[in-house]
């Protein structure tokens, strides 16, 4: 088994939970080795991620009551694989998947290549902090590296912690809106003893806000999609909120977004060029061009055909 399978929270927590069933009882050190990540991670497994089981500590190791013995069945680990973002990968997550989710990996049918993940190894304890200050609705002071200085932002009231595209984000409220911090820029949590009383308004837009731009206010936008790439906006969501207007005869999609930010659509349009352009609003099409002619631009004066990347 990699490393990479280890972290998988899904297969950690899948496993975890038939140790538990079978009557075992669980050593974090232990199980840290086996999945190779942090005791602390483990132990966060077992009191916080597994915190509705019956579980009993004796002599350092966990194990189930043994009334419970027996009890656990798929359905406690299809909701933990849902949680850790497994369910919607695939078409069904029906007992046949997870008994093949749970066997002989090397006999898989399917290989799964996701996202290269951020490590924050060696900002565990932010992470552990972020977490404790969520669940507990904690305020927080966050020390956080920004354009090249150390920035404090105080108060903040944590929400979310949000993995999107591999990177963590840290959802909260500062200055009376949301924001998202970066974990990796993050270089210390204080935690302090007051407590926030959570906003269902905000929690119910973080549940469902795709991206981690956070605006009271979208910003409809429509693209053109030529045919040439018509079938990857077919196939799955490209864009936050995407919903194809119309099709052309000749394949040409209009796609219509309802978006916060211009950075949720602008990066996507330029890794689609030609394939894709803005039809409005016609000032984010503005500062594409204007991206794009200042890239021109310096490759020009730099001749990017000669580039070459310095030696090491």
């Not at 290269?116 to 972020?130: G, K, M, P, R």
């Not at 927080?140 to 903040?156: A, E, M, S």
């Not at 200042?294 to 020009?300: F, H």
Request: with cysteine.
């Amino acid at each position: 088994m990699t490393r990479g399978q280890h972290d998988t929270i899904a297969y950690r927590l899948s496993q975890i939970l038939i140790k538990l069933n079978q009557g075992d009882h669980l050593d974090p050190s232990g199980l840290a080795e086996e999945f190779g990540t942090h005791v602390r991670t483990i132990q966060r497994d077992l009191k916080v991620r597994l915190a509705y089981l019956p579980l009993l500590k004796t002599k350092g190791r966990y194990h189930l009551e043994p009334a419970y013995l027996g009890k656990l069945n798929f359905k406690d680990i299809e909701r933990f694989a849902a949680q850790a973002g497994v369910k919607g990968l695939f078409p069904s997550l029906d007992r046949d998947f997870l008994k093949n989710l749970l066997g002989d990996q090397m006999h898989a049918p399917w290989l799964v290549r996701g996202h290269h993940y951020e490590d924050l190894s060696a900002l565990q304890d932010v992470f552990s902090s972020l977490e404790t200050a969520v669940i507990q609705n904690s305020v927080l002071t966050l020390d956080i590296l920004k354009d090249g200085r150390i920035q404090p932002y105080n108060p903040v009231n944590p929400y979310r912690l949000i993995n999107t595209k591999g990177i963590w984000y840290l959802a909260a409220v500062h200055d009376g809106r949301l924001k998202t911090f970066g974990v990796g820029k993050i270089r210390s949590v204080q935690v302090h003893a007051t407590t926030f009383k959570r906003d269902a308004n905000v929690d119910e837009h973080v549940q469902t806000e795709e991206g981690i731009w956070h605006s009271s206010r979208l910003q409809k936008v429509l693209l053109s999609v030529a045919p040439a790439a018509a079938d990857y906006f077919k196939r799955r969501q490209l864009i936050p909120r995407q919903k194809i207007v119309s099709e052309s005869l000749d394949g040409t999609l209009t796609v219509e977004t309802m978006v916060g930010h211009q950075n949720q659509i602008l990066p996507i349009v330029r890794y689609w060029i030609p394939s894709v352009r803005i039809v409005s609003p016609a000032a984010w099409n503005d500062e594409l061009i204007s991206q794009l002619a200042g890239y021109l631009s310096t490759c020009e004066s730099m001749d990017c055909r000669d580039f070459r990347p310095p030696s090491t």
